[in-house]
């Protein structure tokens, strides 16, 4: 069956549900994937944990004990601090050998590929969902098994992996500073290991608010091919409804708009996105069906 008779057929059998209208808005509200968005923040933390298993056994021993190799009884420095600098500069090299060391054995691409898959499934889940119950249309299982995906996953993996990697080593050289600056400074030994804990905590923050980030472009952008790929021009913009929405997105919330012409999200710089592409984004496009155009 060639791709016009296939159309025609898809429209006989969805005409009723249309009720004489030439649009359909979704019976089903698109959702974020949370669970997965919590998966993901499970494999960076356990990344993360590798830096903090080196801070707690091999960093802030070497550097109590470089300190007090440099300090007379009394506790004050001698002026000349080069030799300390010198220690803790060795102990900094060997955090950062043993932490690509432990890194190469996390499998951290298996990790991550595994996330990306589930993301698909659960997208791919509420869009069968979603059509099915506004249309009638049940979707095959291997409706989605094309090469588009494949190579979206693939460059979302790669692109995710390169991101967690270079948070512990940011963190590492963060943490080198605190301990070098505090040093030349007068800090405590004390106070420099809490700095350097409270910047392991930072390190740990950013690292779930790649993972919200992350989560929802992905999700967006299989979205934009599923909709698209079904012959959906438009979609009405739905924000999260809570008070974390930007006032941009608000602005949008409820409107209707087409993929192929992103709304403004920022009136200041003209910024264009879809729902899900803008930074800590938790908006969603609710596919609006056209009779004419649908292609399942």
Same mark, same amino acid.
């Given at each position: ?26 019976? !089903? ?20 944990? /590798? ?47 043993? /932490? ?34 506004? !249309? ?16 979206? =996953? ?54 779930? /608010? ?77 596919? !609006? ?6 292609? =399942?």
């Amino acid at each position: 069956m060639d791709s016009q008779m296939r159309q025609a057929a898809v429209r006989e059998h969805v005409k009723k549900k249309f009720k004489g209208k030439q649009t359909l808005q979704s019976k !089903v509200h698109p959702h974020q994937p949370e669970s997965v968005e919590r998966e993901y923040q499970r494999v960076t933390n356990a990344y993360m944990r /590798l830096l903090s298993k080196l801070v707690t056994d091999t960093m802030i021993p070497e550097i109590r004990k470089a300190a007090k190799a440099e300090l007379p009884p009394d506790y004050y420095r001698h002026d000349d601090m080069d030799d300390l600098y010198r220690r803790l500069e060795r102990a900094f090299e060997k955090c950062e050998k043993e /932490l690509e060391r432990k890194a190469c054995s996390f499998d951290l691409y298996k990790r991550i590929s595994e996330v990306a898959a589930l993301t698909v499934k659960l997208s791919i889940k509420d869009w069968k969902r979603m059509v099915k119950e506004t !249309v009638g249309i049940d979707l095959l299982e291997d409706y989605y098994n094309g090469d588009f995906f494949k190579r979206a =996953l693939e460059e979302w993996t790669r692109e995710n992996v390169d991101l967690i990697k270079t948070i512990p080593h940011q963190q590492l050289d963060k943490m080198r500073e605190i301990v070098l600056e505090g040093y030349r400074n007068g800090t405590t030994t004390t106070k420099i290991v809490k700095a350097i804990q409270k910047e392991y905590g930072t390190g740990r923050s950013h690292a779930r /608010l790649i993972a919200r980030d992350q989560i929802s472009k992905l999700n967006s952008e299989i979205t934009h091919k599923q909709q698209q790929d079904a012959g959906v021009q438009e979609y009405i913009w739905s924000d999260s409804g809570d008070s974390r929405v930007r006032s941009g997105h608000h602005r949008l919330n409820g409107k209707k708009f087409r993929w192929d012409d992103p709304p403004v999200v920022d009136e200041r710089t003209g910024r264009r996105c879809h729902p899900g592409e803008d930074f800590q984004c938790r908006c969603v496009a609710i596919p !609006v069906f056209d009779i004419d155009t649908l292609d =399942l």
